[in-house]
């Protein structure tokens, strides 16, 4: 049984169609995504004020808290479920059994996808975590403490994140391209904005981020090899 995904033919055991209405699952999502982002956010602010002026170290507290929060509970929701997610009707679910109908492999427990999908819960996760408390234990702060190791960690977690989405994007062409297997319904809304345009944010917000910390690193350097020139 396939159900409504492709390629047609593919084999998704016990699959349930979703009980909830698109647009109420979406607000439910959006919901549970939302709280815990804003009340970190909002905790964050109150550890350290000095993240009230910045409205650019606030949105890329929110963009790791957001990748952490995914990374640990939907996407861990999946490396656990991953077997009986066809016929759930869990909100994660039920999400998920959406976002399968641009890429069918995550209701076939595909080898590939649970590989990078653990690999994202148990590494990026918590990297992702300890990069949002290291801009709150950082931002504001004068001299090396303040690029300690916030720089460092985003770079690593961009490059992740990057390579990633690369792998993601790559199995899928090479699918289709050599083997003229299509796991996304050929409908825009499925291809476009599923497949591509939710997934665009880890490619674009990373390489911005990643570009931020190198000019932070090198610029580091530079100060201590200056600094280091001026002792001697």
């Known amino acids: 049984m396939s159900g409504p995904y492709y390629p047609p033919h593919v084999a998704i ?7 909830t209405p698109l647009p109420k699952l979406l607000v439910q999502f959006g ?3 939302a709280v815990p982002v804003l009340s970190l956010l909002a905790g964050a602010r109150q550890r ?11 949105l890329t507290f929110c963009w ?12 861990g929701f999946y ?39 653990t690999l994202t819960c148990l590494v990026w996760g918590p990297l992702c975590v300890w990069t949002a408390v290291s801009i709150v234990r950082t931002h504001g702060s004068k001299g090396f403490r303040g690029y ?4 460092l960690l985003q770079a690593v977690v961009c490059v992740g994140h990057l390579y990633g989405v690369a792998l993601y994007y790559g199995t899928c062409h ?3 391209t050599m083997r003229g297997t299509s796991y996304s319904r050929p409908e825009w809304i499925y291809y476009w904005v599923y497949y591509v345009g939710f997934n665009a944010p880890w490619v ?27 002792l001697e």
């Open 13 to 19: 055991p016990h699959y349930e169609p979703n009980t």
């Open 31 to 33: 919901a549970i995504i």
């Open 48 to 58: 350290n004020p000095a993240l009230k002026n910045s409205i650019s170290a606030q």
């Open 64 to 75: 790791f808290a957001l990748c952490g929060f995914l990374h640990l509970f939907f996407e």
């Open 79 to 117: 490396v656990v479920h991953h077997a009986t997610l066809a016929s759930s009707q869990a909100p994660f679910a039920q999400a998920w059994k959406e976002y399968a109908l641009s890429d069918s492999r995550y209701l076939t427990s595909d080898p590939f996808m649970l590989c990078i999908e």
């Open 148 to 151: 300690d190791t916030r720089h």
């Open 174 to 176: 090479f699918e289709e």
């Open 204 to 230: 674009i917000v990373p390489a911005l981020l990643l570009r931020q910390s190198v000019k932070v690193i090198v610029h580091t350097f530079r100060v201590a090899e200056i600094a280091s020139r001026d």
